[in-house]
């Protein structure tokens, strides 16, 4: 199953399972992170404007983007832990 990815205004077909990371350095945009894509800085913070049921489950870096009740507080995740 082909996933369509759109960053910034860039467009592409890929196949799922790589992080969100992987993705946007191919399309040559630079993702900040300082712990080596482990989620732990919280630089690599992206929106996430539809698709979120064609990603991975939050990882426990990703905790603080969601409310008590577990409900996601904003359309984001980390693009260092965050895969599609």
Request: proline letters at 5%; hydrophobic letters at 35%.
């Amino acid at each position: 199953m082909s996933i369509k990815l759109h960053f910034n205004n860039n467009h592409a077909v890929v196949e799922p399972g790589s992080f969100l990371h992987e993705y946007a350095e191919k399309f040559g945009i630079h993702v900040p992170t300082s712990c080596n894509r482990q989620g732990k800085c919280k630089e690599c913070l992206v929106e996430i404007n539809e698709g979120m049921e064609l990603l991975s489950e939050p990882a426990p870096q990703e905790m603080h983007l969601f409310n008590k009740s577990g409900i996601v507080v904003m359309g984001c995740g980390l693009a260092a832990r965050t895969y599609v």
